[in-house]
Structures are given as C-alpha cells and as structure tokens.
C-alpha cells in the first residue's frame, strides 16, 4: 500500500519545540509522507526545512475548538499563507453547528474559500465526527463538498472521540468524489491505518507516522 504517502505527520502539542519540528520534517523526509502538520507559529520554519524535498507543509486554522470569530479565523488564514503553508486544516464552528446554525457555517466557509482558492493552497475543513450525530456528518458533507473543499477531515485529536471507519464511510457516500476524504485523531497502528484507507480516506493525521511506516515494513517481512 505504501502507506507513507497517505501520512500527515503530525505535531500540534501546545508545548511544541523547535527541536520537534526539525525531527518531524526530517522523519518526513526519509520515509516519504504526504505533509507535516505544524503549529501555525512553526510554518516557516517548516518551510525551509522542506525546501525541494516534495513534503508538503500544513498548519491548523481555528484549533482545536473552532469557535473563534470568523474574523479571527481568516487573520489566521492569512499569516499561514505568507508564512508559506500549502494546506490549511481549518476546523469550523461547532457551536453554530451543534445549535443548528448552518447559514453561520456556510457564511464562515465563503469567507474563507476565497483567500486560500486565489493562492492555490489546498483546505482541508475538519468537522469532529466522534462528537457529531450521522445526520449533522451528512449535513456537513453537502454543505462543504458545495463549497468546493479538497478534503473533509475527521478530527483535531482533541475531542474524546477521533476518526473511525463508520464516519469514512459515511463521508465518502455523501462527498462529492471530487473531496477527498482525511482520517485523523487516534491512528496508532498499521492496521488501524489500513482500514481507514480502505474504506476511502485519502490522507491520514497522525502523529505516530514512523510506527505505522514500522508496522506496514513489518507486515511485509512475513
């Protein structure tokens, strides 16, 4: 499968150092994955440890709650592009969602769009599946594949419930297929990792990326 190629890696911790980062980027490097994910104060620096290296930098929009004002939201949005991120994980309001506010949500998401699509960057739109009924993860489905997002991710880690098979299955009957779909919160394994691909995710967050790399090389030695 080479799963590598589906890997965000991924360090998000409040007490992320810069050490971490330089780890992070080089273990991206040796073992091919997708992007890493970093705190947005770590983008540039990202950055330039990635330079002509093919991995991707990606930062985190609004995290972990959501609920910061759209205007606080599209600051963000902007510092993470001049500090050069390719991908934002932008995680939406789920207090409008959860009191059934879903103009608030498409309204976030039209301010948003048009700053991140004039430069060509990639968004992803987290929406915490674990805590979300399969109503309100297919009501997000429609309004974001709509909007024209690149994925819609499962979670920001931090909620008592990350990714599962159900939601990525339910996210790929109800996306367009031009959305891809991005598991993440609680991939530990290889195995984990592996259904999560097989039942449609396209892209994987997690911060255990060299254990999983480990136990698919592992899988093959037998």
Same mark, same amino acid.
């Given at each position: 499968?080479?799963i590598?190629?589906?890997?965000?890696?991924?360090i998000?911790?409040?007490?992320?150092?810069?050490?971490?980062?330089e780890?992070l980027?080089?273990?991206a490097?040796?073992?091919?994955f997708?992007?890493v994910?970093?705190p947005?104060?770590?983008?540039?620096?990202?950055?330039?440890?990635?330079v002509?290296?093919?991995?991707k930098?990606a930062t985190?929009i609004?995290?972990?709650?959501?609920?910061s004002?759209?205007?606080?939201?599209?600051?963000?949005?902007?510092?993470?592009?001049?500090?050069?991120a390719?991908?934002?994980?932008i995680?939406?309001?789920?207090?409008?969602?959860?009191?059934n506010?879903w103009?608030?949500?498409a309204?976030?998401?039209?301010?948003?769009?048009?700053?991140?699509?004039?430069?060509?960057?990639?968004?992803k739109?987290?929406?915490?599946?674990?805590?979300l009924?399969?109503?309100?993860?297919?009501?997000?489905? !429609?309004?974001?594949?709509? &909007? #024209?997002?690149?994925? @819609?991710?499962? %979670?920001t =880690?931090y $909620?008592?419930?990350g990714?599962?098979?159900h939601?990525?299955?339910?996210?790929?009957?109800?996306?367009?297929?031009?959305?891809?779909?991005?598991?993440?919160?609680?991939?530990?394994?290889?195995?984990?990792? !592996?259904?999560?691909?097989k &039942? #449609?995710?396209?892209? @994987?967050?997690? %911060?255990? =990326?060299v $254990?999983?790399?480990?136990?698919e090389q592992?899988?093959e030695?037998?």
């Amino acid at each position: 499968m080479d799963i590598a190629k589906y890997i965000d890696h991924t360090i998000l911790k409040p007490t992320t150092l810069v050490s971490d980062i330089e780890k992070l980027c080089s273990e991206a490097k040796e073992y091919g994955f997708a992007a890493v994910c970093v705190p947005p104060p770590f983008v540039r620096l990202a950055r330039a440890l990635l330079v002509d290296s093919g991995v991707k930098t990606a930062t985190v929009i609004g995290f972990p709650f959501g609920y910061s004002a759209i205007e606080a939201k599209l600051a963000e949005v902007l510092l993470a592009l001049v500090d050069g991120a390719d991908e934002l994980d932008i995680v939406i309001n789920l207090i409008a969602l959860k009191n059934n506010d879903w103009q608030y949500l498409a309204n976030e998401i039209n301010h948003l769009m048009p700053v991140i699509r004039e430069k060509g960057r990639v968004i992803k739109i987290i929406i915490e599946s674990g805590i979300l009924t399969d109503e309100e993860i297919i009501k997000c489905c !429609e309004l974001y594949g709509a &909007a #024209g997002i690149d994925y @819609l991710k499962t %979670s920001t =880690g931090y $909620a008592e419930k990350g990714a599962s098979v159900h939601a990525v299955q339910l996210f790929k009957k109800h996306l367009p297929p031009h959305v891809q779909i991005k598991a993440s919160g609680g991939i530990r394994d290889y195995a984990f990792a !592996e259904e999560l691909v097989k &039942a #449609g995710a396209t892209r @994987l967050g997690c %911060s255990a =990326g060299v $254990a999983i790399v480990k136990g698919e090389q592992g899988m093959e030695s037998y």
